[in-house]
T-cell receptor, first 111, second 113 residues
Framework: QKEVEQNSGPLSVPEGAIASLNCTYS??????FFWYRQYSGKSPELIMF????GDKEDGRFTAQLNKASQYVSLLIRDSQPSDSATYLC???????????FGAGTRLFVKA | DVKVTQSSRYLVKRTGEKVFLECVQD?????MFWYRQDPGLGLRLIYF???????EKGDIPEGYSVSREKKERFSLILESASTNQTSMYLC????????????FGPGTRLTVL
């Protein structure tokens, strides 16, 4: 079983819709959770991080964390074609420096 | 503005060659990382360093070594390049402490013939 799992997609949504990206992780003691966006041919860049159970909102983006279910998600409201990218979920393990990345979900937003 | 730079964007080497990939960050970050990224496999950690002259193996260290003589510079060395090391190599840095945001360089696409 992979330590951080994401649906590879592609996930296709129409412009203006809500895109929902999901991620599960195996280490119950994980403490920090990140969403990175990676455009084709570019390096990953941070969108959001979340440490506590619940929701965290930043503009059109909402990260949701449920530690009991070992589940973290990213919602993108009012999706735009410029949101088309691969979204990487990342989890930092307890007491360490290592961050484990999921393989990413490709998102296409159709104009 | 945070900046992580890598010595080359594209590199072509021959099997058996020794390859050096360099990474420099200007954010005074303690932690530095080397990943490789392959389709369907995501980012896999090769080595990381949490201080000058300190290094720790990641998930796939075989065939690689690293050097960190100065805080701002972290080098990845392929002792004898092989075709299965053809990949995108990404360097990242983060501030001290676990759980901090990583800032990535632009990547080096290495092809080993």
């Amino acid at each position: 079983q992979k330590e951080v799992e994401q649906n590879s997609g592609p996930l296709s949504v129409p412009e203006g819709a809500i895109a929902s990206l999901n991620c599960t992780y195996s280490d119950r003691g994980s403490q920090s959770f990140f969403w990175y966006r990676q455009y084709s041919g570019k390096s990953p860049e941070l969108i959001m991080f979340i440490y506590s159970n619940g929701d965290k909102e930043d503009g059109r983006f909402t990260a949701q964390l449920n530690k009991a279910s070992q589940y973290v998600s990213l919602l993108i409201r009012d999706s735009q074609p410029s949101d088309s990218a691969t979204y990487l979920c990342a989890v930092t393990h307890t007491g360490g420096f290592k961050t484990i990345f999921g393989a990413g979900t490709r998102l296409f937003v159709k104009a | 503005d945070v900046k992580v730079t890598q010595s080359s964007r594209y590199l072509v080497k021959r099997t058996g060659e020794k390859v050096f990939l360099e990474c420099v960050q200007d954010m005074d970050h303690e932690n530095m990382f080397w990943y490789r990224q392959d389709p369907g496999l995501g980012l896999r950690l090769i080595y990381f360093s949490y201080d000058v002259k300190m290094k720790e193996k990641g998930d796939i260290p075989e065939g690689y070594s690293v050097s960190r003589e100065k805080k701002e510079r972290f080098s990845l060395i392929l002792e004898s390049a092989s075709t299965n090391q053809t990949s995108m190599y990404l360097c990242a840095s983060s501030a001290k402490g676990s759980g901090d945001t990583q800032y990535f360089g632009p990547g080096t696409r290495l092809t080993v013939l």
